[in-house]
């Protein structure tokens, strides 16, 4: 019925072209005793934000290698995301005043969703904090395993006291960062999130296709385009990357598009969405669309990309722009300090001041963003594509095999 | 953990006050052959809309009633909502263009859910055309339902032909109404969905509550309330209440709010509600929020509720409503005219001039307004309320248990 070659699933034998034959041999010999296991990820949004960008394409290769792995959502109320997003924020190094109600709001939620969904796999996977505390409503039979996606650097103290409850239980932690580590009873496990280059939003684009998606958007490219791509957030500093481009604007004349989309478990996004209409202008254009072939047009099209993030878990918008040899300009925190190598691959800032210096710098330098541009793609060829991220998940699910599996397997 | 009693998993006992010993001992008996089966109910998203609203509770209902019921949601792209959307309105009576490109993504999008979910259940409810064909990608075990919530009287005869190679391979249809009865080869059964009375949308409210609600949203109540309380759809014809609540300003001052929220599987909402904005003045408000306690408040408080649809599979928010006891004027349309009886419990309207002159009717007549929504809370008990449905589903889970269930069972 399906013969359109587009339409194809993708498995991990469509990455022997980017990471070679030994890589994907490797990682089908770590796939082989994990063969016919049943894998559940959890997280709370099926739109949105970089979880779901990650369990999309995750979840298909999973079961493509043999692991059959299901994709479960927990439904939640507004005040249950207005709670979430607070905890999102605090984990991040904001306050949040932690009463009864929102943790009896918060615990009440995934309650009624452990009703909804079974937990008889070999793995559960839980994502972020929205659905940490379902562990609470099983009768655990199975390794538990929390993914942590945000930076856990400067925690709101008693919040993550408060959270402990929970990821005590689990039996392992997975944590960005060396720098995010905590003090949680479980083991913590560490490594990346990944990009898949054979998606929508990071495959090939000719040239006619980037100017045709743009011009559906009626995005001019008639001058330098500066680009930012990311939920509409504060930790994204949104307003910050205007303030830099008026400083740009004040020597070159340019474009800005800030793009972002609102997932279903961010209630701010909204808000700060409309509030960055203000600026929009017939040099800076605020869009929110959920439109993969967008991102990714601009991403080839933009003479710089920034991600002038104030904290960022891992940033999977730089690493999808330094795949397309994008030239990136990106807050020096988190997830983007590992990835760019300063000056090599792109610009780390911290200021104002610094980043619109560092945009007119490589909108005068063609050379240079080509010459980072490569860098920047052999970086993450290496150690950021989906692969990888897999390759990480099957040793840490093997590591269970032989510690734990025999106590928990049914 | 959780000590607030507001925080209460309901079960069939909780309806016990409003449909009788009797009833409830009869639905616990027909849950009682069915105790430990495993049902799947799958729609296409967690928020907005109607299904969503009738799974939310009916999952925690029936897993409190013994059945273990999970609650799975497709993920799609863009371009498969909007193609959806477009089978959505064909099946109402607009026509589509089904290029085979159309097919292929709406075929391609299922194949990708069906890696990312099993199916290994005793019953399978599919909901509407969105994730219909599913059933294709399965090694097929057990009965798979596939539940039409919309009008079907007057479908697009060549989608519909498309569609049927998939409905075909059912096991049973659900379809709300017999006039929406259409030649398939599974049998069909009739039953309409139905509201819980103890969620936050219909809950009882106290005065103060409601105010409190209503000045939120700076929603003034010194005039008469009208209010039409539904997705942003050209078949609720949102347009056609306002120009009835513009002859109805001619004579009377009064106030209209329309309410709507925009689901993730409906891409058409977001442009109809922006277009909708031109029409806001001091007399005409137009709310796009996710906000079930301002929906309970609004149709609490307004004099007249309306429902104008030019299409409706049921029409639940006509329900939730009459429960209420509104006084509502419903389109004469689909599910609308089986739950309001013309004249006694609401009226029943065809035209804009025939709305209008109903609204100032109802706004006149303090004592015909109480009468209707005495009636109208007593019929939806009666036929409406969620209990139904769940008997309903029980019931046709059993007739399985006599024809098919041998054969399939694992």
């Known amino acids: 019925m399906i013969k359109n070659p587009r339409f194809k699933l993708f498995g991990i034998e469509d990455y022997r072209q980017y990471i070679g034959d030994k890589k994907v041999e490797q990682i089908k010999e770590k796939a082989d005793p994990l063969k016919n296991s049943f894998v559940s990820h959890c997280n709370s949004t099926l739109y949105g934000g970089g979880v779901a960008e990650i369990l999309a394409p995750l979840t298909i290769l999973m079961n493509r290698i043999g692991i059959k792995t299901e994709w479960r959502v927990i439904q939640g109320t507004p005040d249950f995301f207005s709670i979430t997003k607070k905890f999102h924020n605090a984990l991040q190094g904001d306050s949040v005043n932690l009463t009864d109600l ?216 730089v690493t999808e722009a330094m795949w397309k040899k994008a030239a990136v300009v990106g807050g020096n925190v988190g997830g983007i300090k590992h990835q760019i190598d300063d000056g090599k691959n792109g610009f780390l800032v911290s200021s104002i001041d610094e980043t619109a210096e560092k945009i007119v710098k490589l909108i005068e330098d063609e050379n240079l963003r080509e010459e980072m541009g490569r860098n920047a793609r052999e970086k993450v060829r290496k150690k950021y594509l989906l692969s990888s991220c897999l390759e990480n998940y099957l040793d840490l699910f093997n590591s269970f095999e032989t510690i734990y599996r025999l106590d928990y397997k049914k």
């Not at 969703?113 to 505390?133: E, G, K, M, W, Y």
């Not at 930790?235 to 598009?257: M, T």
Request: net charge negative; glycine share 4%.
């Open 102 to 317: 929102k943790k009896e709001i918060y615990e009440w939620v995934l309650k009624e969703n452990s009703l909804r969904n079974r937990a008889d796999h070999d793995f559960i996977v839980i994502h972020d904090p929205q659905p940490l505390p379902l562990i609470n409503y099983y009768d655990k039979k199975q390794p538990w395993i929390w993914r942590c996606h945000v930076d856990l650097s400067e925690p709101d103290k008693n919040l993550l006291n408060y959270l402990k409850m929970f990821i005590d239980k689990y039996d392992a932690a997975v944590l960005t960062l060396k720098e995010y580590d905590q003090d949680f009873k479980p083991p913590r496990v560490f490594f990346n999130p990944g990009i898949d280059p054979l998606c929508t939003k990071n495959r090939e684009l000719s040239d006619s296709e980037i100017i045709d998606r743009l011009e559906h958007y009626s995005i001019s490219c008639g001058l330098p385009l500066i680009v930012q791509i990311s939920r509409f957030d504060h930790s994204k500093d949104p307003e910050g990357v205007i303030k830099a481009f008026k400083k740009v604007r004040e020597n070159i004349d340019c474009n800005l598009v800030l793009l972002g989309n609102v997932a279903t478990d961010d209630p701010e996004g909204e808000k700060i969405y409309k509030r960055l209409l203000d600026y929009q202008n017939e040099h800076i254009r605020i869009l929110s669309v959920q439109d993969s072939a967008l991102v990714n047009a601009l991403q080839r099209k933009a003479t710089v990309v920034v991600q002038k993030s104030l904290k960022e878990g891992f940033g999977l918008t």
